[in-house]
Nanobody, 119 residues
Framework: VQLQASGGGLVQAGGSLRLSCAASGRTVSSYTMGWFRQAPGKERDFVGGITWTGASTYYADSVKGRFTISRDNAKAYLQMNSLKPEDTAVYYC???????????????WGKGTLVTVSS
């Protein structure tokens, strides 16, 4: 499965962006999807995830109340509101047929999309 995240860009603090994640040539409907981010010089961290049914979502404490994950049959989405400079990172989407949202739990990774939040 080839994933591609899109929708990144430059935004001022307090602004919003919506990221999308699509699978090449197929839908993401049967996968649990995760969003991760990696800031320069830092490890890749979990941002949020959504089960394959869409019934459950999970978020890192740092983004709770500001970010929302959703999905349809074709794509997964990460709505980011009230963005802060510390949200600046490359954002990656990932997919798994299993359980868990550790980086090692994900089976497939997409190329990231850069989000830059200016102060």
């Amino acid at each position: 499965v080839q994933l591609q995240a899109s929708g990144g860009g430059l935004v001022q603090a307090g602004g919003s962006l919506r990221l999308s994640c699509a699978a090449s040539g197929r839908t993401v409907s049967s996968y649990t999807m995760g969003w991760f981010r990696q800031a320069p010089g830092k490890e890749r961290d979990f941002v949020g995830g959504i089960t394959w049914t869409g019934a459950s979502t999970y978020y890192a404490d740092s983004v709770k109340g500001r970010f929302t994950i959703s999905r349809d049959n074709a794509k997964a989405y990460l709505q980011m509101n009230s963005l802060k400079p510390e949200d600046t990172a490359v954002y990656y989407c990932a997919a798994t047929t299993g359980y868990g949202f550790q980086t090692g739990d994900m089976d497939y990774w997409g190329k990231g999309t850069l989000v830059t939040v200016s102060s």
